[in-house]
């Protein structure tokens, strides 16, 4: 393998991993990661280098060509700074997390780091052997992650149950990339479309495959019957692993699934719209309807994940640019507005590990100022205008309406969408006409509440002034199709 060609792409990855590597010694020097406060070096250094990398991917150009050891088109840029940016905001929104800890923060962020270079090598691989590679570093790293609070039940719990439905995908994975080669002769993705897109019949033994493969990438976006996973381990994860978790778990499996269903299926992908289609509507149903009952705010956004995830299969379902694009410009919404309600609870869940939805009771009292941003944070994941999320959800709709045979999912979809602003609108009630059942003063840090405000204020514009985004996830989709 060329080494220049090799750091064409995966230069990104490169600098995540030697940031990674700095991290860990910079937490041996400073002392395990005990220090608190504005010398938190670890945190700096975290902070520091994740938003110089991000700076680097802004200077990546496409490279034309697909090299041996990877693609770096537009699709595969955007995504890498997608997940080079969830890893940044979810160090920002951790501290008020990692303030209430003695130890393990230098931990915390080295992880991170780590799962972030393989979430990043997923938007450029273009075979099975790498795909699992990377795939399996996402998901070790984030086992480790889960179970991170060693003094915290809850967390070693979430930590097995990820472990075990971690290994059942993987499973899925390898079993389905067996047949997928027992059907083409090749592990290459090129090699595999050519025998998809090709005028003979597809074997059974590829299709199969294929079937298997789709269950394993199902298991990381959360997609029903595959879901089973989602309310314990987000319940369980500390705080700022499960808002990780919500975006960039989910944006590992969608980033594999667009590459496998535009690019390597191609027009054949066309036989497996019903597939996909009856997924979006059992997903739907399951996160919308499961989210009614729930009493804590982590599981109750676990469940709302699932329903977003049912959106993405829709579009999934849609075999056009448009629907491609919509699910770029979906992915960004969801995660400024999901980071949002995330950092929230951080800050009203004066424990650790207390997010009952009772502490956002009366929160409007509280703080005026943490109520607007949750109420902001749920309409957007409700679809209301005028932010991000409502227009997610309707470049999904216009680009599903194109297809007649995908009507009766949209006009679930619609109803669904209903259902979810009744739920999203009961924490509202919560926030605004409950008794608060803790009365103390809500500290909210100067970094902190810079935060808040970013997210407030992306949210809101991306339902604004939508077109340069629009246009970056276009041309990220153009390439899936070339």
């Known amino acids: 393998m060329d080494t220049t060609q090799f750091f064409t792409v995966f230069g990104t990855e490169a600098w995540l991993g030697l940031l990674a590597l700095v991290l860990i010694t910079v937490d041996l020097v400073v002392g395990r990661g005990r220090l608190t406060g504005p ?19 802004f200077t990546l150009e496409p490279v034309a060509d697909t090299l041996a ?18 890893a940044l905001l979810t160090v920002l929104i951790s501290a008020p997390y990692e303030a209430r800890l003695p130890a393990g923060r230098g931990e915390f962020l080295a992880m991170l780091v780590f799962t972030t270079m393989g979430m990043s090598m997923l938007a450029s691989v273009n075979d099975f052997v790498s795909l699992f590679v990377s795939l399996e570093l996402v998901t070790v790293t984030l086992f480790l992650m889960t179970a991170w609070r060693a003094g915290l039940p809850r967390s070693i719990e979430a930590g097995i149950k990820f472990v075990i439905i971690g290994a059942v995908a993987a499973a899925f994975l390898v079993y389905g990339t067996a047949f997928v080669y027992g059907g083409t002769g090749s592990l290459d993705f090129a090699g595999v479309a050519t025998v998809l897109q090709s005028a003979g019949p597809v074997s059974a033994t590829l299709k199969f495959g294929m079937l298997l493969v789709l269950v394993g990438l199902g298991f990381k976006i959360g997609a029903v019957p595959f879901h089973v996973w989602i309310p314990d381990v987000y319940q369980g994860a500390p705080t700022p692993v499960t808002a990780f978790l919500s975006v960039g778990s989910k944006g590992a499996g969608v980033v594999l ?11 054949a992908a066309g036989q497996w719209a019903t597939v996909l289609a009856g997924l979006a509507v059992l997903t739907l149903l399951m996160g919308n309807l499961g989210a009614i009952s729930q009493t804590d705010l982590k599981r109750f956004l676990g469940y709302s994940g699932i329903s977003h995830a049912g959106f993405l299969l829709l579009a999934l379902a849609v075999h056009s640019e448009a629907s491609a694009s919509a699910m770029m ?23 650790a590990d207390n997010s ?8 409007a009292e509280r703080s005026p100022f943490l109520a607007f941003a949750m109420t902001v944070s749920m309409l957007s994941l409700a679809g209301v205008p005028p932010f991000s999320g409502f227009f997610a959800k309707f470049m999904i709709l216009r680009a599903a309406v194109h297809d007649p045979s995908l009507l009766p999912v949209v006009i679930l979809s619609l109803v669904m969408i209903v259902v979810s602003l009744y739920y999203y609108l009961c924490i509202l009630k919560r926030i605004y006409f409950r008794e608060p059942k803790d009365e103390s003063v809500l500290e909210i840090s100067g970094p902190s509440r810079l935060v808040l405000y970013g997210a407030i204020l992306v949210t809101f514009a991306l339902g604004v002034f939508m077109n340069p985004l629009v246009e970056a996830a276009n041309t990220g989709a153009r390439s899936l199709f070339e």
């Open 39 to 57: 010398s938190d070096m670890v945190r700096l250094v975290a902070m520091g280098g994740l938003a110089l990398i991000l700076l680097q991917t």
């Open 69 to 86: 050891c990877g693609t770096l088109d537009t699709f595969a840029i955007f995504f890498k700074r997608f997940f080079v940016a969830t």
């Open 257 to 267: 699934l667009m590459r496998l269903v535009y690019t390597v299926m191609g027009p």
């Open 329 to 351: 410009f979906y992915m960004v919404a969801y995660l400024f507005t999901n980071m949002l309600a995330f950092l929230v609870i951080i800050i009203v869940s004066r424990t």
């Open 356 to 363: 009952h939805m009772d502490r956002v009771n009366g929160l």
